[in-house]
């Protein structure tokens, strides 16, 4: 019998297939261009193409393709077969290592924000051997970086990989100045858990909001939702558990740590978490996730939706980034230790964070900015849109100690002089239960809790790994003057919490009166739409700091601001249109044909008794008569509002019009629509309902 241990990793150029099929020295070299950067070795990239050529056809691949990240937030491929001709007019099987290491595919179509001219269409991919390549389907995927004729990084792979590098390279200062000479390198990690629905295909097939937009644009809360708490953590039903299972397979043959599986809250919503590891194939392996699950779910009769809101009125899916950093030697640098150096140490870098977050709290917020995860934030399910941190009592009340510079009142009356005495022994796991916290402390780890469920998390890890490197640098260039270290480490780890200690929370996050003392008392961001939030992008102090750590430089920011703020008008105006339809074609002629049938049965009954009232079906006509009319006059009022976005001269003036005027009229127009589906008979009505789709499953 066939166990998973069999097949785990089987689909992927791993570790294991490198060492067995290349020589001893054509690995080493490799390895330390994986793990050291080392700068690789023609003839090394030679041997590893061939071997993975060889492999791949072995598996049944006949094409490769450099697989990479652009700024659409999807993967993008174009397969080439390995054929080549020979002399005699037969092919041969080639993959050079020119092939393996460069591609130069079209990047006309792609998302550049003004980063290339027309004449300057080609774009280049460059292998990212840190990440496995691996198969799918009849294709050997390459994972690669993407970037313009000028060099300018067109991807997310790109700066998430000098975000890495940016955070290595401050870590590494402050545990030399630690004494720590062995350690060679620092990583962030991450676990990504990913949220998701599960429908039928044939609810999707007849709801063209669903098939244009990713959610439904229309529909009356049904009678039963979440409100009985009975799907979160449920027995999971024979289909939804066959997809799963096949589900798993399938990520398991290309290395992908999934792990943990269970219903959500609201109906037809799952979850998935994989074991966290490096943030780099971390991304990666969320971005085939995703992928394979939408993929599996064809193959059961369902669609899998990723859209952070597709059903109004019950929870809609996140993507929780657990995000931590550890050495090379397997030491988690956000877990106290055993000695006094290691428990100031951890307190030193869990301070590097908080400094980060408050620094650059508009950052974060922007990272997950989308439009359709401006529908989730600040709703039931999700945090507020106002980033603040959680730590937990225990840890709270230690950094209050250092703040005040008196005794610990915990386990250990303890005098916090940093460097000296032994941090108190705290229960990591009393922690992370304050689920409305958009930042929290989980043990060893943080939970960022805004991640949309379809983004990427390439952007929020770069953003935090930047903004701690940021914190570390100034930790750094402080301990490396210093005269004293013990007493400078104490001072600057006392003033970090003294100065940030603003965007500490440990209360509810959904409480109204949170969000006035935040914005009104603390002084933090509350950025409630991407068009708020995006233009301070680039804000003087994050074009610095980005361009400071080599991460971006502010042609790369500037160009992401005009794509992401596209984005969003597009997305919006794209919705727009299809609600103007699904009003227009559907919904009217519905509405009227109902309405004609009623007043028929009205008419048929005064025919046989003229004085008859017929109030049930009067009431029904005038109603109806009444709605169609506002539904109407609201079709003309957003049609208005698409027609004025060809006025703005400017994406950030569209994107202004979008945020005040079309999302108004589409929530104008809703109202009506909504209240219709729950007067005219069902078999009028031209679309499944969400009492039909989310319960289609069961």
């Given at each position: 019998?066939e ?28 390895r ?6 080392k700068k690789?070795?023609?003839?090394v ?8 050529r060889?492999?791949?056809?072995a598996?049944?691949?006949t ?15 174009k ?20 092939e ?15 980063l ?18 691996f ?21 997310k ?8 590098e940016?955070?290595?390279?401050q ?8 004494g ?5 390198h ?7 858990e ?18 244009f937009?990713g ?12 409100e009985m708490?009975?799907?979160?953590f ?5 289909r939804?558990a066959?997809?799963?299972e096949?589900?798993?397979k399938?990520?398991?043959?290309l290395?992908?740590f ?27 392996h ?7 699950m939408?993929r ?6 369902l669609v ?8 109004a009125?019950v929870?809609g ?6 995000w931590s ?11 106290p ?5 290691q428990d ?8 590097a964070v ?9 950052l974060?917020r ?7 995860n ?10 507020p ?22 005794p610990?009142?915990g386990?250990?009356?303890?005098q ?5 005495d032994?941090?108190p022994?705290f ?5 992370d ?5 958009p930042f ?16 990427s998390?390439?952007?929020c890890n ?7 490197a ?31 200690k603003?965007i500490?929370f440990?209360?509810n996050?959904?409480?109204?009166s949170?969000i ?8 933090l961001?509350?950025?409630r ?5 995006l ?8 074009v610095?700091?980005?361009a ?6 502010e ?21 727009a ?10 919904i009217?002629?519905a509405?009227e044909?109902y309405?004609a049938?009623?007043?028929e049965?009205a008419?048929?009954k005064k ?19 009444q709605?169609?009319d ?22 950030e ?6 945020r ?13 629509c909504?209240e219709?589906e729950t ?20």
């Open positions: 019998m166990t998973i241990s069999d097949y785990f990793g089987s689909l992927v150029f791993d570790d294991r297939v490198m060492k067995a099929n290349l020589s001893s020295s054509v690995y080493a070299s490799l330390k261009t994986i793990d050291e950067g690789l070795d023609p003839k990239a030679d041997a590893v193409a061939a071997a993975m060889d492999w791949a056809i598996k049944g691949a094409h490769f393709t450099h697989w990479f990240q652009p700024l659409t937030g999807i993967t993008a491929e397969h080439d077969s390995f054929i080549s001709h020979a002399p005699d007019g037969r092919v041969i099987l080639e993959f050079s290592g020119k393996l290491i460069k591609g130069e595919p079209d990047a006309s179509s792609f998302p550049s924000g003004g290339r001219a027309t004449f300057e269409a080609r774009g280049y991919t460059a292998w990212d051997p840190t990440s496995y390549a198969i799918k389907g009849k294709t050997l995927c390459i994972p690669t970086a993407f970037c313009s004729y000028g060099g300018e990084a067109l991807d792979k790109t700066p998430l990989l000098r975000s890495m940016a955070l290595n390279r870590a590494l200062r402050i545990l030399r100045l630690f720590n000479t062995e350690v060679k620092v990583t962030s990690s991450v676990g990504p990913q949220e998701y629905f599960l429908i039928t295909e044939e609810m999707y097939r007849q709801r063209p909001d669903l098939r937009c959610r439904t644009l229309f529909g009356s809360t049904p009678p039963k939702g979440q708490d009975d799907h979160y449920g027995s999971i039903t024979p939804v066959a997809y799963m096949d589900l798993n399938e990520l398991w043959k290395g992908v999934a792990k943990t599986e269970h219903n959500e809250v609201a109906p037809a919503q799952h979850e998935l978490a994989p074991i966290y590891t490096t943030t780099n194939i971390a991304t990666d969320n971005q085939l996730t995703m992928e394979v939408q599996v779910a064809k193959k059961h009769g899998c939706l990723l859209h952070e809101k597709p059903f009125g929870n899916s996140g993507k929780h980034n657990n950093i550890a050495t090379d030697a397997g030491q988690n640098l956000l877990s230790g055993e000695t006094p150096y100031a140490q951890f307190l030193l870098f869990l301070c908080i400094k980060a977050v408050d620094d650059y709290q508009d974060l922007i990272s997950v900015a989308t439009a359709g401006d529908h989730r934030l600040g709703a039931n399910e999700a945090p849109a106002v980033v603040s941190m959680f730590l937990g009592d225990e840890l709270n009340a230690v950094l209050e100690a250092i703040e005040t510079d008196t610990y009142q386990t250990r009356r303890t916090m002089k940093l460097g000296v032994v941090l022994r229960n990591r796991d009393t922690t239960r304050n689920r409305t916290s929290a402390f989980t043990g060893n780890k943080f939970e960022f809790r805004m991640v949309g469920s379809a983004d998390i390439a952007c770069i953003m935090l790994n930047s903004a701690v940021e914190s570390l640098r100034v930790y750094a260039d402080q301990l490396e003057q210093a005269k004293d270290f013990d007493e400078t480490l104490h001072t600057m780890i006392r003033d970090t919490i003294r100065e940030h603003r500490i440990n209360g996050g959904y409480d109204d949170w006035k003392e935040a914005t009104e008392v603390r002084g961001c509350n950025f739409t991407t068009a708020d939030c233009p301070h992008l680039m804000d003087r102090k994050n610095e700091m980005l400071r750590h080599r991460v971006y430089s042609t790369e920011l500037r160009a992401r601001y005009e794509a992401i703020l596209e984005n969003y008008c597009k997305t919006i105006a794209i919705e249109k299809t609600m103007l339809s699904m009003a227009r074609t559907q009217l002629p509405i044909a309405t049938s009623v007043a049965t008419a048929a025919a046989v008794k003229k004085d008859l009232p017929c109030r049930y079906e009067t009431g029904i006509v005038e109603k109806l008569s709605l169609s506002e539904i109407a006059d609201r079709i003309d009022a957003l049609e208005q509002a698409v027609r004025n976005l060809s006025s703005a001269a400017s994406i003036e569209e994107s202004i019009l979008v005040d005027g079309v999302r108004d009229a589409m929530a104008a127009l809703r109202t009506p909504d219709a007067i005219v008979c069902k078999q009028y009505w031209p679309f499944p309902t969400y009492a039909d789709i989310l319960f289609s499953t069961k």
